[in-house]
C-alpha cells in the first residue's frame, strides 16, 4: 500500500484489518491521495494538498520533495483548526498535529507522510480495534452534518477529531 497524507477513514480501516505494510518504491501519481487528502468544512468537503517539487518521469512516492512554494502549512493548519475546532476532540488532539505545521520540517513527502501516519497509530494504539461483527457502518458524529449532510471517507483526522477513542469502532 503506498504513502497517503493523512489518509482516509478506508485506508486506515485496510491498513488496521489487513496488516499491509507502506511502499515508498510505487510510482509518484499526481491528483491522489499521496499529496491530498479530504477534510470537512462549513462548506463541505476541502481538499488539502502538499505542493511537491515537479517530480520527473515515474518517480517513486519516496523520492518526491515538498515544495516551500506558498505558505501552504499555515494554510492547512487553519483549515483544520477553522473546520475543527469547535469538534468534541480537537483539543484532545492538537498538541499531536500542530508540530507538522509549525515546527518541524520535512524535505520528502513520504518522511512527512509516515511521520503522520505514525502519530496517528500511535493516536489508535490504545484502543484495540473491535471485532468485524462490532464495527459500526453507521455515520459518525460530524460538525457540519446538519448544513450539508454525512460526508463518508473523509480524512483519519475528520473521526479522530470528531469521535475521539470511538474511532475505532468505525475502522
Not at 47 to 66: C, D, F, S, Y
Request: with cysteine; net charge negative.
Amino acid at each position: 500500500m503506498t504513502t497517503a497524507y493523512l489518509g482516509s477513514i478506508e485506508y486506515y480501516r485496510r491498513l488496521l484489518r489487513e496488516e499491509v505494510s507502506l511502499d515508498f518504491s510505487v510510482p509518484y501519481r499526481k491528483q491522489t491521495s499521496m499529496n491530498r487528502c479530504l477534510i470537512d468544512s462549513p462548506h463541505g468537503a476541502l481538499a488539502l494538498t502538499v505542493p511537491v517539487v515537479n517530480p520527473h518521469g515515474r518517480m517513486p512516492v519516496g523520492e518526491i520533495l515538498i515544495s516551500e512554494h506558498g505558505n501552504w502549512r499555515h494554510q492547512h493548519w487553519n483549515a483544520l483548526v477553522s473546520s475543527y475546532r469547535q469538534t468534541p476532540y480537537f483539543d484532545y488532539y492538537e498538541e499531536d498535529f500542530h508540530p507538522f505545521y509549525h515546527e518541524r520540517r520535512w524535505e520528502r513527502l513520504a518522511d512527512f507522510n509516515n511521520d503522520l501516519h505514525q502519530t496517528v497509530m500511535r493516536l489508535l494504539e490504545p484502543f484495540p480495534l473491535v471485532a468485524e461483527d462490532r464495527r459500526r457502518d453507521t455515520p459518525y458524529y460530524q460538525m457540519f452534518a446538519s448544513r450539508h449532510d454525512f460526508i463518508p471517507n473523509l480524512s483519519i483526522v475528520d473521526l479522530l477529531f470528531n469521535m475521539g477513542p470511538e474511532s475505532v469502532y468505525y475502522l
